[in-house]
């Protein structure tokens, strides 16, 4: 299917090019990405600990729900701008090391800093291993899914119209995250418990033979909730700042910096505004993951609706909308590499496709 941009068909790029422009986007978003993400584990693990803990809106380091099962081993999942998670566990000294030293940090940097020091610069990229297993293929099905669906409905049925990103994107989010689910289980034990992969094979048949294999999928409702509008809103926004930094700048094809800029800020907004149903799901995975810790079987969960009373009721908007900062400077920028690393893919294999047209006519 034809790869298009605001000016209108350009050089056809097959579904395989996309997906090795997307992986690679994916690869370099996530070189990025992890080392803010383990600064901001760190950060907040530091906060939730804290005798007067500091809960401010705008804090980098906000913890993101109180404790809730105190006394008991702690789980704690943050979120990066892929929209990828991190779990951790502290179930015994074996598996809490990696994010309990140094104890203190004053700031962003004085943790990047003291990090690097003592404890070297490969820490900082110590969760990228797991990130890759989710983060890879996750990004290529989504992106892949996006661009052919978006022009699928434009060239194929003739629908027309801005709703068109916002509908391909949340339809490609859809299948990715269907597709994905089970990784999350996979990355989040190897994350966590620092499992083998032998053990991590007993670690899964034991939960599905526990929950069964829908078990796989847990989490799959409110992941839903949040991905798919945030996946709309973002290509919906995208689409649109594109084409109106393009008419700016004169030109018919967004460069670099053009989807660069418009990645960063549809990103920033779809962030903030499907941010209180990332905070529903964090809530959500913490608790299951403390009944596991516990070996709680858990038959029924709250729903998300309720759950957003009971953070509204504890902590009001504040609640919802926990993180707010954190989560912008993580998304923005992880949302502008991504897709400029991506478009870039795209334009350079279009290239080479106008190079071989013309070499053979």
Known sequence: MGERTVGGPVAAISPVQQMLASGTGALLTSLFVTPLDVVKIRLQFIDYFDPVPRKYLWSFSVPLIPPLLPQTGKCFLYCNGLMDHIYVCQNGTSCSTWYKKPTHFSGTLDAFVKITRHEGLRTLWSGLPPTL????????????????????????????????????????????????????????????????????RVCIRSAVARGGPLSLWRGWGPTILRDVPFSGLYWFNYELVKAQLCEQCGTTQANFSISFTAGAVSGAAAAVLTLPFDVVKTRRQIQLGEMDSLGVSVRKTSSTLNILKEIWTELGYRGLFAGFMPRVIKVAPACAVMISSYEFGKAFFQKVNLDRQRLVT
Not at 176 to 199: D, G, N
């Open 133 to 200: 297993v989710m983060a890879v293929p996750a990004t290529i099905i989504y992106f892949t899914c996006y661009d052919q669906l978006r022009d699928f409905l434009r060239f194929g049925v003739g629908l027309q119209g801005s709703f068109v990103p916002l509908l391909a994107g949340a339809l490609a989010r859809l299948g990715a995250v269907t597709v994905i689910s089970p990784l999350e289980l996979i990355r989040t034990k190897m994350q966590s418990r620092k499992l083998s992969y032998s053990e991590l």
